[in-house]
T-cell receptor, first 113, second 111 residues
Framework: ETGVTQTPRHLVMGMTNKKSLKCEQHLGHNAMYWYKQSAKKPLELMFVYSLEERVENNSVPSRFSPECPNSSHLFLHLHTLQPEDSALYLC????????????FGSGTRLTVV | GQQVMQIPQYQHVQEGEDFTTYCNSSTTLSNIQWYKQRPGGHPVFLIQLVKSGEVKKQKRLTFQFGEAKKNSSLHITATQTTDVGTYFCAGFNNAGNMLTFGGGTRLMVKP
């Protein structure tokens, strides 16, 4: 265990489904992140939450919706996804700022059918 | 926007040979981080370099930050099968709130 727990580990969903990915960190970090990892773009930043401030990557489609209810939990709500959204979704946390490395969870392997 | 590029994309080596991956940024970096991802695993933080020209070592791994703080390298001496994986460099954007990863170098080691 890395201290960052992601559930589920695997998810298969249809294009009309709504599902959520969950991330929980037990490290006392104050920043959390969602990354997408696929064959085409190895590690692509999607969203950043730092001290409850959300920094968004403008290229993320609205069918992905993040939620950060507190500094320990992060969700990624998914709806009407496309097959090209199939990828490994990685959550990470850090102390915030530029002086610390990121701790990644094991990821959720998402397949959209 | 900021771009971080790595070469080579893939590298096959015989066990015992050395390996180097190079990282180049389109902008000056405040610092650079390196991560390793084993096959089927997730990225794991290895090290951070902050100072211009800085060199750090972790056993057989040597990390270097360029004088202009726009490039970096990771050198592995006498590779072992346990070194197999993808090595990523990463740098922050100017605002310091978004860590951008390079495309990674996938290392394969033949025993």
């Amino acid at each position: 265990e890395t201290g960052v727990t992601q559930t589920p580990r695997h998810l298969v969903m249809g294009m009309t489904n709504k599902k959520s990915l969950k991330c929980e960190q037990h490290l006392g970090h104050n920043a959390m992140y969602w990354y997408k990892q696929s064959a085409k773009k190895p590690l692509e930043l999607m969203f950043v939450y730092s001290l409850e401030e959300r920094v968004e990557n403008n290229s993320v489609p609205s069918r992905f919706s993040p939620e950060c209810p507190n500094s320990s939990h992060l969700f990624l709500h998914l709806h009407t996804l496309q097959p090209e959204d199939s990828a490994l979704y990685l959550c990470a946390s850090s102390q915030g700022g530029q002086l610390y490395g990121y701790t990644f969870g094991s990821g959720t392997r998402l397949t959209v059918v | 926007g900021q771009q971080v590029m790595q070469i080579p994309q893939y590298q096959h080596v015989q066990e015992g040979e050395d390996f180097t991956t190079y990282c180049n940024s389109s902008t000056t970096l405040s610092n650079i981080q390196w991560y390793k991802q084993r096959p089927g695993g997730h990225p794991v933080f290895l090290i951070q370099l902050v100072k211009s020209g800085e060199v750090k070592k972790q056993k057989r791994l040597t990390f270097q930050f360029g004088e202009a703080k726009k490039n970096s390298s990771l050198h592995i001496t006498a590779t072992q099968t346990t070194d197999v994986g993808t090595y990523f460099c990463a740098g922050f954007n100017n605002a310091g709130n978004m860590l951008t990863f390079g495309g990674g170098t996938r290392l394969m080691v033949k025993p």
